[in-house]
């Protein structure tokens, strides 16, 4: 709702939505619905990861990802005791899942009012785009047609398991995945299965396969040894019972060449296919059956005129006149068949001429020149107006710009920067306002085993923090699900009745929940990617009582942003202190690692003892999981600003320690060199934090940026 009261006319929905629940956002709005049906999948919520951002200096926000979640790790668990074990055996890529593929779900998906289908082809080549965008197109044109009779046939599975994949699934759509969601034994592309090693040649370096389904010369493939990894080769010879062959059938067993040795057993898959190769080559060529637009012709000469040419296709309709004027044909006027003949060459046009008339009066002559250039001016003319019926307006910056305020006037932001503390139970709000946090959040998600913010807890917290004279905000979920907007909604209204200093929200739908429930202060977390005016412009004009930065910004463009005049009376949150999340899933590595169940019976291990994945180079990246099950993983190191306090304390900024992952007495000594190195009191020397703490320390993005 929030988007649609902005303007937006059409939003993609997130991947982790399900059917029932894209079919319930559907009915409470108006706004069209875009999802995503086919192509990677990212583990991570989109826009809650910093994966790719602060490991490789890439950012998946602006779609530069390098993919770390793609590599292998291991999930290792320490128990109370202090005993750490691996629970992964050895190195899997934990965090990699296979690809989405809804074409067998598209009567769901029009059953749950979405709108246009979304395919992941960014990266990828023409043969994988044209193959799957064919697919679906073939798919959806049937069950327009007969949607009770719809099926999606098995060469249409076969082309989609070909192109490249890396295992297919439903994702989130038909319901919560567990370890069946990930391909943790490949990260690329995996292929299609057709067929077993039977033996192997030495001498002539060949292989005998018994064939599942057909092998074609040209066709890519791929075998996976059980040590060593992988075989692959491009079929340049088929021999079948002593005979070379174009195509191997299913059922037969085939030779063929490939360099290095395989064993009995050996799986084989199939990672290219020449039959589509050339079916792609086809399709772009405009030669393919199907591929071209039907199109009506329609033509009217007379001598003394020029000649008429209008051309329909799509509903689109343009009409091209001839420069000259038709002459009276002395030996050998225009006829039906020479029209036809000229007028309907296409080509290499997107176009095929379904339909031909001509109305010819008199004995009209013009050069068949003249009528080629009629046809190509009539088939631009087309072209172009069926693409700017599809053709997207720019943005309408005044959605954005309708501020009153200069954001290119000048301010200097002056003014003593305070702490805020966001703590993650009662005790270590307890250590915040006993330290003297003037500010301090409390509430949303609980990472502390047996904990949840009930309304006790935060009734409590309210009345500690004004005991303590302190501000205090309520935060909410990082991320909210359909499913779980009732008891958000009842959350906001209890938080409500206890008159805290405000909200604190991390996404578009809380901040409208709110809006809803309560008059109260809202103040916006860095989760909504504060990084430019335009996106400070838009939250400015919805009343925010503050902004929390983005922590990919660096310290020249945070310096810019205080300055802005339009934002001076705005309080402005920087994260100067925290274990950092490098993203938010939906899917739990450690449910399904450790607890080897389905989400729905999970035994919830992740409440006993602490777990890490350790990745390639030996560096350990904490796990926490909320209560709502969902898996955060954060950075190896703590984000730490303590020696940047000097330039940060004049600026009138809520300087944010986030302590929700700390013991109390860690929190303690934070919150104590913090405020000292704030004061003057000590050295802001990061090494007075490193004797203290169990991990590294980083200034993320503060120097570096990133791309």
Partial sequence: RFLQNLGVERVILSRELSWPEIKDIHEKNQVELEVFVHGALCVAYSGACLFSSLV?????????????????????????????????????HLLSPKDLALITAIPELVDAGVRSLKIEGRMKGPEYVGTVVDTYRRALNRFAAAPNEFQVKTEELKALSTVFNRGLSSGYFLGALGPELMSPDRPNNRGRFIGRVQTYDEKRKRCLIKLEENLSLGDGVEVWVKVGGRVGTIVENLTVDGEQVEQAQAGSEAWFALPKRVKPGDRVFLTSSSILSQKIQQMLRHDYPGSKLPCTMQVTV?????????????GKEVTVSSLDKAEIAAKHPLTMETLQNHLTRLGDSPFRAESFSADIQGNPMLPFSKLNQVRRDAVDRLSSKILMAHHRAPLDLRIINHREENTTKKQKRSGPSFLTVFAGNLDLLKVALTAGGGKVIFGGESFTPGFRWSA????????????????????LPRITKEREQKAIENYIQTAHRLQPDG???SHLGSLEMVRTVSDLPVYANHSLHFFNTHTLKIFANQNLAGFTLSPELKKGEIFALLDQAAFSQIEMELLVFGALELMVSQFCPVGAWAGQKPPASCPRPCQQGRYFLRDRKDIDFPVVVDEYCRFHLLNSRYLSLLTELENLQDKNLSLRLDL???????????????QGGLSGAITT??????????????KGHYYRGVE
């Fill in 660 to 674: 929700r992952h700390q013991s109390p007495e860690l929190a303690a000594k934070v919150i104590e060199v913090f």
């Fill in 503 to 505: 909200f604190l929200v």
């Fill in 56 to 92: 490789g200096g890439r950012s998946g926000n602006r779609g530069r990802c390098a993919q770390p979640c793609r590599l292998t790790y291991t999930l290792y668990h320490t128990d109370e005791q202090g005993k750490t074990v691996a629970v992964s055996k050895e190195e899997r």
């Fill in 685 to 698: 020397d990061q090494t007075v934090l490193e004797t203290i703490l169990d991990q590294g320390l980083t």
């Fill in 302 to 314: 007379a001598p003394e005129q020029p000649l008429i040419l209008t051309m329909t296709a799509l």
């Fill in 456 to 475: 006790e807890h935060l009734a409590e917290a309210v009345e500690l923090a004004r005991s303590a004279q302190a501000k205090a905000i309520i935060a």
